[in-house]
């Protein structure tokens, strides 16, 4: 039972423009989500994140938007840039630090 | 500040065999989550502890156990290995104040390989 989904396994991009990451969720009780980026052989690095009490959080070129009613999230970088290329995980806050992840975005930035 | 460690990095175990894994959170982090990452399942929560108590637990056979030490370094241990075992094994630490701060912060991993 995946809670939390991203339907896309892979992003291709061209350097300078927008990146799009979605992600969906199925749990209403889910009060704070996370984004990560992982490097090969590294563990996820902790991006952005934004309680369930907002609709937008920025961070730099990093924004992530929450649409509570459609269970949906999406990150938005801009612009995007070669070394932005990695995995991105999208993850909700459950419980006592229990973080429940997607399966993942590749996204691969084009110079 | 050192970031989280975890040993070995890499292991190569045998079916029936048992593993334990190490953790040593941040310096100061008293929560110390443990996650699976495998190709189709993607990153999943084993169970995290807290102050050398297990505060939460994921959907994973009892063959996975963990404990945490008075340092708040944590081991993880899987007893009779099955193939489906192999994965990424990743450590994640927190200070533990949930209202505090939510974010984790993952260790590089350990790669195990069941043969």
């Known amino acids: 039972d995946q809670q939390v989904k991203q339907n896309s396994p892979s992003l291709s991009v061209q350097e300078g423009r927008i990146s799009i990451l979605n992600c969906d969720y199925t749990?209403?009780?889910?009060?704070?989500f996370l984004w990560y980026k992982k490097y090969p052989a590294e563990g996820p690095t902790f991006l952005i994140s934004?309680?369930?009490?907002?609709d937008k959080n920025e961070d730099g070129r990093f924004t992530v938007f929450l649409n509570k009613s459609a269970k949906h999230l999406s990150l938005h970088i801009v612009p995007s840039q070669p070394g932005d290329s990695a995995v991105y995980f999208c993850?909700?806050?459950?419980?006592?630090?229990?973080?429940?992840f997607g399966t993942g975005t590749r996204l691969l930035v084009s110079p | 500040k050192a970031g989280v460690t975890q040993t070995p990095r890499y292991l190569i175990k045998t079916r029936g065999q048992q593993v334990t894994l190490s953790c040593s959170p941040i310096?100061?982090?008293?929560?110390v989550s443990w996650y699976q990452q495998t190709p189709g399942q993607g990153l999943q929560f084993l169970f995290e502890?807290?102050?050398?108590?297990?505060?939460n637990k994921g959907n994973f056979p009892g063959r996975f156990s963990g404990r945490q030490f008075s340092n708040s370094r944590s081991e993880m241990n899987v007893s009779t290995l099955e193939l489906g075992d192999s994965a990424l094994y990743l450590c994640?630490?927190?200070?533990?104040?949930?209202?505090?701060?939510?974010?984790?912060?993952f260790g590089p991993g350990t790669r195990l390989t069941v043969t």
């Open positions: 994640a630490s927190s200070p533990g104040h949930r209202k505090v701060t939510y974010e984790q912060y």
């Open positions: 749990n209403s009780m889910f009060d704070y």
């Open positions: 934004i309680s369930s009490i907002k």
């Open positions: 993850a909700a806050l459950t419980g006592f630090q229990k973080l429940v």
């Open positions: 310096s100061g982090h008293r929560s």
């Open positions: 502890y807290f102050s050398e108590t297990q505060r």
